[in-house]
């Protein structure tokens, strides 16, 4: 029940526009009086999904912080160091912080060699497929940056900070997301979540924590897409008739939609397609995401609601699309 609703009646009923505890109360049992036959009695969540959404809720909170102190500590860089931010491809990479904490300043990288920096980059496990001959060069072709005086050596400090609540962050992000994967695997309705194309273990774990367990809280799969924020607002009045974004929505639901149906696309001809046609119309990348998105809430619904995993071999719109090609490229071989 929308509280938007209540305040809307309340409004109506009371002429006065006096407002109270008792008198709120006496608005709300009318208002379930009246129009209990359109309301339902919904149950809480299940303990795995409070859970999962618990976990998954706090590592989405602690990758958003990681992104603020990412952003400040680029930001130092940019005035302070330019050659340190662009060595590496992300500054919040384990290298990437560890290369900052030795040599947190220009002066402290004066005497860097190609073999000291190749001797730092096995030390550290480095991964990357540069060699270091070419990562010197990005750092000495970067502008020199503050290299001595009072300021260079409170960046100095600024740096090792941000450096340290990244590492911070980073392990904290680690073992929340195998908690994340631990809290799914017990979850009933992990594998309907997870049989999708392209759908990691968190992406799984983030649309079904927001999604929730109970059947009884949507009447349809619009209503899941209106809660993700997937379907427009249409206004109408008289001859006038105006489609909107949807602003008000579950944003945590919607942007884990729409990351999985962005990285279906590149796994799913079904997907693909749907995408396309909707490129084809003139939708931008947003644009189409969603209505793919849109798309996919449909299918995950039935499965949902049907309690089994999502098959290919049973979808009836990408079967159908698949045997579309299938004859095409039997008449382009005739041909």
């Known amino acids: 029940m929308s509280s938007n609703a209540i ?9 006065s526009g006096a407002k109270s505890d ?22 809480p969540f299940s303990d795995q999904t409070r859970a999962l959404r618990a976990v998954s809720r706090a590592r989405d909170d602690l990758v958003a912080q990681r992104v603020a102190v990412h952003n400040q500590l680029e930001a130092c860089l940019d005035a302070f160091w330019p050659g340190a931010k662009g060595i590496f491809a992300d500054t919040t990479s384990d290298i990437a912080l560890a290369f900052l904490e030795r040599y947190p300043t220009p002066a402290s990288a004066r005497g860097l060699g190609d073999k000291r920096l190749a001797g730092f980059l096995t030390k550290h496990g480095y991964s990357g497929r540069r060699p270091a001959a070419e990562l ?27 450096v340290r609540v990244t590492r ?7 073992n929340l997301s195998r908690s994340v994967v631990a809290h ?16 990691g273990q968190v992406n799984a774990a983030q649309m079904l924590a927001e999604w929730g367990d109970c059947r009884r ?42 990351t999985f149906a962005d990285n279906s ?28 998105a849109r798309a996919w809430v449909r299918v995950i619904y039935r499965c949902w609601v049907d309690g089994k995993p999502y098959d290919p071999a049973t979808h009836g719109s990408a079967v ?16």
């Open 22 to 43: 008792p008198g709120d109360a006496e608005v709300i049992a009318e208002y379930l009086r009246l129009r209990q036959h359109k309301l339902r009695v919904l149950e």
């Open 217 to 258: 809280a949507y009447d349809g799969p619009d209503a899941v897409g209106a809660l993700a924020g997937l379907t427009p607002v249409t206004k109408r009045s008289g001859k006038h008739e105006a489609v909107h974004f949807r602003w008000a929505c579950n944003t945590r639901f919607r942007v884990a939609v729409t």
């Open 184 to 199: 799914l695997g017990e979850h009933p309705d992990a594998e309907i979540f997870t049989s999708r194309p392209r759908s």
């Open 7 to 15: 305040k809307a009646w309340r409004e109506s009923e009371v002429v």
């Open 136 to 162: 010197l060069r990005r750092l000495r072709e970067a502008p020199e940056g503050i290299g001595e005086g009072p300021e260079a050596e409170a960046r100095r400090h600024a740096i090792v900070g941000y």
């Open 320 to 335: 159908r699309l698949a045997e579309a090609v299938a004859s095409k490229e039997a008449k382009n071989l005739a041909a």
């Open 265 to 292: 696309r590149h796994a799913s001809p079904w997907a693909a397609d749907v995408y396309g046609r909707a490129v084809a119309r003139g939708c931008d990348h947003p644009h189409a995401v969603r209505i793919l």
């Open 168 to 174: 911070a962050l980073n392990m904290a992000i680690k």
